[in-house]
């Protein structure tokens, strides 16, 4: 998956991150808080099938691409030019984002998740504290698990996706809308 600013010419290719062992004396050692989410709101420019792109208009003017896997972009599809979407991803370095999902609020009734991450997710969820998400002792958790294509509605304040085997705290608030898990972080 590719991020870049049109006109920039500059692309960031971006990998996935490899497991590595650790030692039992480091696994002691608390480790980094994962770096925080952060959103893109904007509107749906375009979407070249054949790039695998999908170009935003942010709010604040800037207009962005993101590629994306194949079956991602077969959702984005969906939607037209000028519908409202928000992109959610991670800043892991200076010069890489990892997209968590593109969302498109007020297109449901309820907030669907679609899972189209190439395999199954957790998904839980929970209740937001003072308006906000990640609150320490927030309350009861909701889990499911989400298959390849399949939807999950959630109906608490906040959520998160981890991949099969780990977990998350709910740290993105919920909204109104289909939502396209793209990579979901433990």
Known sequence: MRWYRSGSGVAVLLGLFLGTPTSRAAAQVPADP???????????????????????KSNAGER???????????????????????????????????VTAVAFPGSASTALYVNTTGSRVLMRSGPAVGGACGQPNAGPVTESTIPDGGIAEVAEGCWCCAPPGETCTPGNTTGLGRALLVQCFK
């Open 34 to 56: 994962p770096p925080p989410y952060k959103s893109v709101y904007g509107k749906l420019s375009s979407l070249d099938k054949s790039r695998n792109t999908v170009v935003m």
């Open 64 to 98: 962005l691409a993101w590629r994306f896997e194949a079956g991602v972009i077969a959702e984005v599809a969906r939607f037209k030019p000028g519908d409202a979407m928000i992109v959610i991803y991670r800043q892991v370095s200076p010069n890489e984002k990892r």
